[in-house]
């Protein structure tokens, strides 16, 4: 979420610049008594001394606006995936963290290791890790079980059995 919220910046930073920029060369062009640029303020005038917020067209463009701003609120406000994850340590006064990426590289070997598992692919969130791996094997049996297992013992193995669920799925690759 954090690629989607910088983009999402940058093209809003953007837009406010050329938005602020053709507005104070449309009010200088005005000031002088010169044709307009861009934007026709003298139609953008009478349209708007006969419009009232009681006209439906103007209360659907501001609800728009509210909606729109809503929208980027929860974006900026919503919790993305952690860069590193807490673990325990027997010291109260010692931090210990690992990263999120580390983790999910872990996991993932862990999770390649039963047999039978030609690829695994595992996102890791603050109480969740999704395990997606792919097998060649036609009837999989009892493959995810087993996978579960692994990625649950290293999960363990890092003290994060008890606050971090595993999901793990096992899909069968097609023939290439």
Do not use: C
């Not at 010692?94 to 690829?119: C, Q």
């Not at 999704?130 to 087993?146: I, Y």
């Amino acid at each position: 979420m954090r690629v989607l919220n910088r983009v999402l910046a940058a093209v809003l930073a953007l837009a406010l610049l050329v938005g602020g920029v053709v507005a104070v060369a449309e009010i200088v062009l005005a000031a002088l008594r010169r044709p307009y640029w861009l934007v026709a303020h003298d139609q953008w005038t009478r349209w708007l001394a006969t419009h009232t917020f009681a006209t439906g067209i103007v209360r659907v463009i501001l609800i728009g606006l509210v909606l729109v701003g809503l929208l980027l609120l929860v974006a900026g406000l919503r919790r993305g995936r952690p860069g590193s994850l807490t673990l325990p340590s027997d010291q109260e006064a010692l931090n210990v963290t690992a990263s999120r990426r580390g983790i999910e590289r872990t996991l993932s070997a862990a999770a390649r290791r039963p047999d039978g598992v030609s690829s695994a692919r595992v996102r890791a969130r603050r109480r969740t890790v999704r395990v997606k791996a792919a097998t060649r094997l036609r009837d999989p049996g009892e493959l995810s079980q087993r996978v579960d297992e692994a990625v649950v013992d290293r999960l363990t193995q890092l003290g994060l059995a008890g606050s971090v669920r595993a999901r793990v799925s096992v899909s069968i690759e097609g023939n290439r």
